[in-house]
């Protein structure tokens, strides 16, 4: 029997998230469960990201606001690219941040 996508999604999610944190691997915030995860490795990800040919291009980068992204939210404005990023407590708000707005 065929399951739908809704049912399949969450099913991959809590095996990920159970074995993040079977393994050691998920790092703060915890539990990881019910949200996008911080994990081991989290910053040389975000590193290997900066070396890539579409970063190097990139103008603009939009991230999310999770813990797991601050290496890239900090990169993108370090190398001089603007920000974009959701409001962490509202779905229809847009942060947009330059180099030179966080400046002081």
Same mark, same amino acid.
């Given at each position: 029997m065929l399951m739908d996508v809704k049912t399949a999604k969450r099913l991959l999610r809590?095996?990920?998230?159970?074995?993040?944190? &079977?393994? /050691? #691997?998920a790092r703060f915030p915890l539990p990881c469960? /019910?949200?996008?995860?911080?994990?081991? /490795?989290?910053?040389? &990800? &975000?590193d290997r990201l900066r070396a890539s040919a579409e970063w #190097?291009? &990139?103008?603009?980068?939009?991230? #999310?606001?999770?813990f797991a992204q601050r290496?890239?939210?900090e990169n993108t404005l370090s190398d001089g690219k603007i920000l974009v990023m959701a409001s962490p407590d509202s779905n229809r708000v847009?942060?947009?941040?330059?180099?030179?707005t966080l400046k002081a």
């Open positions: 809590e095996e990920i998230w159970k074995e993040l944190e &079977a393994k /050691g #691997i469960y /019910g949200r996008i995860p911080n994990f081991a /490795g989290s910053d040389e &990800a &975000a #190097i291009r &990139a103008k603009v980068v939009f991230v #999310i606001p999770d290496k890239v939210r847009m942060l947009w941040f330059t180099p030179t």
